[in-house]
């Protein structure tokens, strides 16, 4: 069974730093290199929303973001400790929600459809105040 795991969320004041790291593991997930990797988040009241993804090592590693990121995170990963980052260094309190990351087995692209993921970890919650 494969399993992911967000870590790194907590409370920050507005305007700090955070850094969400993504553990995978399990036997169906042994190359993990090779696997289009997302970001998603949920704020309270609202559906869970694309934040960023990052292709394996036949997509060349390249990362994907939506729309409203505008260079504001960063995606990022460690394919030989198996594990993905999401980097955000001037936080704002819209970036409250939970976050979660995902796997595909199918795509080794950036995907960006949640359908397009197989397999999702528990989140991890971010809150960020003013």
């Known amino acids: 069974q494969v399993q992911l795991i967000e870590s790194g969320g907590g409370l920050v004041q507005a305007g700090g730093s955070l850094r969400l790291s993504c553990t995978a593991s399990g036997r169906s997930f042994e190359s993990f290199g090779s696997n289009g990797l997302g970001w998603f988040r949920q704020a309270s009241g609202k559906e869970r929303e694309f934040v960023a993804a990052i292709g394996g090592t036949w997509s060349g590693g390249v990362p994907k973001y939506a729309d409203f990121v505008k260079g504001r995170f960063t995606v990022s990963r460690d394919n030989a400790k198996g594990i993905m980052y999401l980097q955000r260094n001037s936080l704002d309190p819209v970036d409250t929600g939970d976050y979660y990351c995902?796997?595909?087995?199918?795509?080794?692209?950036?995907?960006?459809?949640?359908?397009?993921?197989?397999?999702w970890g528990q989140g991890t919650q971010v809150t960020v105040v003013s």
């Open positions: 995902a796997a595909s087995e199918q795509f080794s692209g950036a995907v960006q459809l949640a359908w397009e993921f197989n397999y």
